[in-house]
């Protein structure tokens, strides 16, 4: 079986920071890349950022550009996602996601369940 396990999510102010952590189990010589999405309420599923696990080559999402940083631990199987100066707007359940290389880019074949992060004005 293949689990990705995310924390770190909770309330915090705008301007905060929060630091996700994505542990990943399972067979991962087939993982291309690693990254985040997030769905805020009545909203349609957001890429938010990714990171290919052998190069560490990152991609950011418009809205979070200079703002987040995507990085991982390949010894450890773990995918983090540092968040800086956030905003009311950030607000929403943060999904983990891993997959395998596409002629396009790459496709998610593991979610993680979810955490959820809440900005406060």
């Known amino acids: 079986q293949v689990q990705l396990v995310e924390s770190g999510g909770g309330l915090v102010q705008a301007g905060g920071s929060l630091r996700l952590s994505c542990a990943f189990s399972?067979?991962?010589?087939?993982?291309?890349?690693m990254g985040w999405f997030r769905q805020a309420p009545g909203k349609e599923r957001e890429f938010v950022a990714r990171?290919?696990?052998?190069?560490?080559?990152?991609f950011y999402g418009d809205s979070v550009k200079g703002r987040f940083t995507i990085s991982r631990d390949n010894a450890k199987n773990t995918l983090y996602l540092q968040m800086n100066s956030l905003k009311p707007e950030d607000t929403a359940v943060y999904y983990c996601?891993?997959?395998?290389?596409?002629?396009?880019?790459?496709?998610?074949?593991?979610w993680g369940q979810g955490t959820q992060v809440t900005v406060a004005s």
């Open positions: 996601a891993a997959g395998g290389r596409t002629m396009t880019g790459w496709k998610v074949n593991y």
């Open positions: 990171v290919t696990w052998s190069a560490g080559s990152t």
């Open positions: 399972g067979r991962t010589s087939n993982t291309y890349a």
